[in-house]
């Protein structure tokens, strides 16, 4: 239990809270955080709180059974996000910061930032005071080093987190870095962490190498308690009696942490193995492991780095990191944080600052973004996942209310699902984009569907006699369902409409067919999870905007990268050799067809309209060119628009 006294409690006042407690059989420790007193005490004694909570002089009173309170989840269940410029850390993304171990001149960080934001780093990092094993090594080219990587950082539109190693560095610094790093070394300097939390900026604190994990949060609580509500953890190996790799990363401290803790957790391959070779499959085993993000280190030319060149990853090899933490993220279900690549200036700074360009049809009121069905369904999990958590967000009952929003400005983006893994198109929405001319794709995302059969508190498996979902999840589920063949199977309008109805109904015979998220939203038990009929089930959904002319308006957070992917629609008419002579200027053009399918056009029976999504080559004006040659064999073209694939 923590007792947090008023600053302004009286010595007689503070003497009766010591009695209160002695006689009631608590251990007492008293403690000074910043201007608050704290009294620890231990578990031994019973009391009421509440009458303790009303003694003078009592701020606060938490009944924690762990001895940090504030980095505890116990008093704060819910997920922290921590901010950073236009970066966020936690939550449904994973964050890569990276850059070299430290700053050796300007060209090497200015050439680093460069590099390692083309491969999608948020952020950038870099030593400017290293603390060194040896006296005699490179220790930094100390306020110089700060200020040309707070320039590479400027540059490349990343936030900056460096080392901080005393005290009064901390001071010098503030202006200078977006966030601190406690370094390993330094988890345990006490008077290090009050300074830094007291100046209220984001910290990153790794973990010593000979920490416990209690340790660790007890130092967050040092963060935390001095004033900076910003923390982010960081696992970076500890000491073992394993001497081949530099130290040995306690990956299970990630998850382990993550229940305990409400705060991010990175993970540093770079420092926790010590060999280039190992760090990418130790990167990918600590994202699989549930990481917020990754710290690593990368050098244009490791082989004469002044430090860590061995453990330092090539450019190459940090863009194939990249990818594959690209293509891992939704099994885990994330997303790789990606921010907008152009420069920012540091006033600019602040969440969503210079994300998008002013658009013309953007409401007066909060930007928010439409998707179909209740809380929790899978089109909120999507949206969250593109835009993040706190983008206000639209409910529509189908998904052509997605659409009609959109288009009447009450919502600035939506987010519809075209595919799914294990049934394929939903031809609805692919309808609907005939339908709306004025609205295109500006995104695309792949979520992975694990779906579970939620229902009352009182239900179990043997009292279910009605299932209730959307079709889809049905379809998807079929195997499950086919084993319980009595039971009645139920088609609603979304999976969490479905969830909604048997939270309703609060009955032990029905359940839904859901996420996880629609079983949390509305208080429902997870009778059985991950029911679908492969685990490989995912579903993509699209991003759609409002035209403004012809071109399609950003929404804020989507990033500013180059389209690498168009989809479009077109028919061609009824003579031989017609899609062959379309599909063959794409094929000349070096286009890359990723996927075609053909639909009915609606009153014409037996005619068909082509879904192509193809990737856009690098060189510029070449696809532009070959669209309009594609123009020129087709019927009905339609451009629905260019926009960065999700792997
Ligand atoms: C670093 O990140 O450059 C560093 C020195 O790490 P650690 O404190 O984890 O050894
Ligand atoms: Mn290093």
């Keep these: 239990m923590i007792v947090t006294l008023s600053k302004s409690i009286s010595l007689h006042d503070k003497e009766m809270v010591r009695i209160y407690l002695q006689d009631r059989g608590f251990s007492i420790q008293e403690q000074h955080f910043g201007d608050d007193v704290i009294i620890g005490t231990q578990k031994k004694g019973v009391a009421d709180l509440r009458e303790l909570g009303l003694l003078p002089g009592v701020e606060r009173v938490a009944a924690t059974s762990k001895p940090y309170e504030l980095a505890s989840r116990e008093t704060h269940p819910e997920d922290t996000i921590v901010t950073v410029g236009p970066v966020t850390i936690g939550g449904s993304r994973i964050s890569v910061i990276a850059g070299p171990c430290a700053v050796e001149s300007k060209e090497q960080i200015l050439e680093t930032a460069a590099l390692v934001r083309e491969s999608g780093a948020v952020m950038l990092r870099g030593g400017a005071y290293k603390p060194r094993t040896s006296p005699y090594a490179f220790q930094g080219l100390g306020m110089k080093g700060l200020e040309y990587l707070k320039a590479a950082g400027e540059a490349q539109g990343m936030p900056i ?63 935390l308690s001095f004033g900076t509500p910003d923390v982010v953890l960081c696992e970076r190996g500890i000491r073992t009696f394993e001497t081949y790799t530099r130290n040995t ?103 969503g600052a210079g994300t998008a360009p002013e658009p013309v049809h953007r409401p007066s009121s909060a930007a928010q973004v439409a998707f179909s069905g209740e809380r929790g369904a899978y089109g909120e999990q999507a949206l969250i996942r593109a835009f993040g958590e706190d983008v206000p967000r639209l409910s529509t009952a189908s998904f052509s209310g997605i659409f009609d929003r959109v288009l009447d400005g009450s919502a600035v983006a939506g987010i519809v699902p075209v595919e799914n893994s294990l049934t394929g198109s939903i031809h609805e929405n692919y309808d609907l984009f005939l339908r709306y001319p004025d609205i295109a794709i500006v995104g695309e995302l792949k979520l992975r569907i694990v779906h579970c059969l939620i229902g009352d508190e009182k239900a179990g498996l043997d009292s279910i006699r009605i299932v209730r979902s959307h079709e889809q999840g049905i379809a998807q589920c079929r195997e499950f369902l086919d084993k319980h063949p009595h039971w009645q199977r139920e088609s609603y309008s979304s999976t969490a409409t479905a969830a909604a109805s048997v939270a309703k109904e609060k009955a032990a015979h029905v359940a839904a067919i859901a996420g996880e998220d629609a079983a949390k939203a509305f208080g429902l038990k997870i009778l059985k999870a991950g029911i679908e009929n492969n685990p490989l089930n995912y579903t993509r959904f699209v991003i759609i905007s409002r035209k403004v002319g012809d071109k399609p308006w950003i929404p804020p957070g989507l990033g500013s990268e180059t389209p690498n992917k168009a989809s479009l629609v077109f028919s061609v008419p009824d003579t031989p050799g017609s899609l062959f002579t379309c599909l063959r ?31 856009i080559p690098e060189t510029e004006g070449v696809f532009e060119h070959i669209m309009d040659e594609l123009k020129t064999k087709t019927e009905d073209f339609r451009f629905l628009g260019a926009y960065r694939g999700s792997l």
Excluded: C
Excluded at 196 to 212: C, F, Q
Excluded at 262 to 280: E, Q
């Design 161 to 223: 987190v460096t080392e901080v190693v005393s005290p009064e560095l901390a001071v010098d610094m503030k202006d200078l870095t977006d966030m601190f790093q406690i370094g390993a070394r330094n988890m345990q300097n006490f008077e290090l962490l009050k300074k830094v939390g007291s100046l209220r900026k984001p910290a990153l604190l790794k973990r010593g190498p000979s920490a416990t994990i209690e340790e660790w949060l007890l130092s967050a609580e040092y963060l």
């Design 249 to 351: 990363l306690d990956i299970s401290a990630i998850p382990v942490v993550k229940e305990l803790s409400h705060l991010p957790v990175l993970v540093d391959p770079s420092h926790a193995v010590g060999i280039r070779a190992k760090v990418s499959p130790t990167a990918l085993a600590a994202v699989a492991a549930g990481a917020d993000g990754l710290t690593v280190e990368v050098h244009p030319k490791p082989d004469e780095a002044f430090s860590d060149g061995p453990q330092s990853l090539y450019p190459g090899q940090f863009e194939r990191l990249m990818r594959d933490i690209e293509a891992m993220a939704p099994v885990v279900r994330k997303e790789l944080l990606r921010t907008p690549r152009h420069s920012y200036g540091r006033a600019a700074m602040g969440p």
């Design 585 to 615: 200027i794409l094929s000349e053009g070096g286009i890359n067809l990723s996927k075609l399918e053909s639909r009915p056009i609606h009153g014409q029976p037996w005619r068909y309209l082509f879904y192509v999504d193809v990737n």
